[in-house]
């Protein structure tokens, strides 16, 4: 089972960017199309982006694209996500999680303890 650890999460002012990296455990990972995830107070968590295994595709939420993006390096066994033009509705701890398959946005397995990222406006 790959056990997953997210950091990069931070404060930053709206237009700023961040790069979030999920490191992961197990030699499951470089099998296994991932995702990002993210949850704001009061919200249900959502689907951000995803990868394929070899990284070559890629899939983003409209409320992403064009400015985030996803990346693999399946030798570090680490998943990121460059985030820029930041917004203060990007304001959601985020998560990582292993994709049902290949352009899902369903995660399965189970979750690590997210990285706080909050955008001032």
């Known amino acids: 089972q790959v056990q997953l650890v997210e950091s990069g999460g931070g404060l930053v002012q709206a237009g700023g960017s961040l790069r979030l990296s999920c490191a992961a455990s197990?030699?499951?990972?470089?099998?296994?199309?991932m995702g990002w995830f993210r949850q704001a107070p009061g919200k249900e968590r959502e689907f951000v982006a995803a990868?394929?295994?070899?990284?070559?595709?890629?899939w983003y939420s409209d409320s992403v694209k064009g400015r985030f993006t996803i990346s693999r390096d399946n030798a570090k066994n680490t998943v990121y996500l460059q985030m820029n033009s930041l917004k203060p509705e990007d304001t959601a701890v985020y998560y990582c999680?292993?994709?049902?398959?290949?352009?899902?946005?369903?995660?399965?397995?189970?979750w690590g303890q997210g990285t706080q990222v909050t955008v001032s406006s």
């Open positions: 999680n292993a994709v049902l398959y290949e352009s899902s946005r369903r995660a399965v397995g189970p």
């Open positions: 197990g030699r499951a990972f470089s099998n296994a199309p």
């Open positions: 990868i394929s295994r070899s990284g070559i595709n890629t």
